[in-house]
């Protein structure tokens, strides 16, 4: 068995999570990485650090695919944890089907509490460990257009919060990284290619990944991603949902980009 530390990183196989995993083994972590896609190309990628790398193709939506992932650990303790998997839906809430907005909720909610919990516990019992969660500045934002995403980004960042301070005397620490748009597939895969936030300009996701990374590395609570989306946090506090609904609609309204 190798003697390195073990990190889990699901949503692994493009964007954020890819970059973190390069990170994690940059670092001289032993990896398990978790995507509902094929991961060969970039398990290939992240071998080449000279790490052992184990690749899952699982739904983490799903309490078997969760199950299916841990099984993989094979006992071994996992000393950082990124849980960083979530699905994305546009358009309007009664223009989606109930699977589609279903599956946000068990993606993005259900399944990455399903993950935290086991991992969390045992972690808890030996009284380290690291864990990074993927939230979103959308947490804080009514969103229009966005309104199932967004609303399970609100649950993410105040759980994550929660929790961290459950386990603050237990040696265990939660970091949530809040990002704004990112430069990944989100964006296609969310079918919101002609609105302006899908066609404005976003941020590096290897820029947004090694700010996750390292903030966990130190152990802080939580860390929003550049000063555009931090200014934009800000104003959140002070506006009312009514304010950031309207804000968040004229960004995300089907057709409002400019193609």
Same mark, same amino acid.
């Given at each position: 068995?190798?003697? /390195?530390?073990?990190?889990?990183?699901?949503?692994?196989?493009?964007?954020?999570? /890819?970059?973190?995993?390069?990170?994690?083994?940059?670092?001289?972590?032993?990896?398990?990485?978790?995507?509902?896609?094929?991961?060969?190309?970039?398990?290939?990628?992240?071998?080449?650090?000279?790490?052992?790398?184990?690749?899952?193709?699982?739904?983490?939506? !799903?309490?078997?695919?969760?199950?299916?992932?841990?099984?993989?650990?094979?006992?071994?303790?996992?000393?950082?944890?990124?849980?960083?998997?979530?699905?994305?839906?546009? /358009?309007?809430?009664?223009?989606? &089907?109930?699977?589609?907005?279903?599956?946000?909720?068990?993606?993005?909610?259900?399944?990455?509490?399903?993950?935290?919990?086991?991992?969390?516990?045992?972690?808890?019992?030996?009284?380290?460990?690291?864990?990074?969660?993927?939230?979103?500045?959308?947490?804080?934002?009514?969103?229009?257009?966005?309104?199932?995403?967004?609303?399970?980004?609100?649950?993410? &960042?105040?759980?994550?919060?929660?929790?961290?301070?459950?386990?603050?005397?237990?040696?265990? !620490?939660?970091?949530?990284?809040?990002?704004?748009?990112?430069?990944?597939?989100?964006?296609?895969?969310?079918?919101?290619?002609? !609105?302006?936030?899908?066609?404005?300009?976003?941020? &590096?996701?290897?820029?947004?990944?090694?700010?996750?990374?390292?903030?966990?590395?130190?152990?802080?609570?939580?860390?929003?991603?550049?000063?555009?989306?931090?200014?934009?946090?800000?104003?959140?506090?002070?506006?009312?949902?009514?304010?950031?609904?309207?804000?968040? /609609?004229?960004?995300?309204?089907?057709?409002?980009?400019?193609?």
């Amino acid at each position: 068995m190798s003697e /390195r530390k073990l990190a889990l990183v699901t949503g692994a196989s493009s964007g954020i999570g /890819r970059e973190i995993a390069q990170l994690a083994a940059a670092d001289g972590y032993d990896l398990i990485v978790a995507a509902d896609e094929t991961l060969v190309d970039s398990a290939a990628g992240l071998a080449a650090n000279g790490v052992d790398v184990e690749s899952v193709e699982a739904d983490l939506s !799903t309490a078997a695919g969760v199950e299916r992932l841990l099984a993989a650990a094979s006992g071994r303790p996992i000393d950082v944890l990124v849980a960083n998997a979530g699905h994305g839906l546009g /358009r309007g809430f009664l223009d989606q &089907d109930v699977a589609e907005w279903r599956h946000v909720i068990d993606t993005n909610i259900t399944g990455t509490l399903l993950l935290l919990q086991p991992v969390l516990k045992q972690m808890a019992a030996r009284g380290q460990g690291k864990v990074l969660i993927t939230g979103s500045i959308a947490g804080h934002l009514a969103g229009s257009f966005q309104a199932v995403y967004n609303g399970s980004k609100a649950f993410v &960042d105040s759980f994550a919060a929660a929790i961290g301070n459950e386990l603050k005397d237990s040696g265990v !620490t939660i970091t949530c990284l809040k990002p704004g748009p990112t430069d990944t597939n989100f964006f296609a895969r969310a079918g919101m290619l002609d !609105t302006k936030v899908g066609q404005s300009e976003k941020d &590096d996701p290897a820029d947004v990944a090694k700010t996750g990374w390292d903030a966990m590395k130190d152990g802080e609570h939580v860390v929003v991603h550049g000063l555009k989306n931090k200014a934009q946090v800000l104003a959140s506090g002070v506006l009312s949902e009514a304010q950031t609904a309207e804000m968040h /609609r004229k960004q995300a309204e089907p057709g409002s980009g400019q193609s």
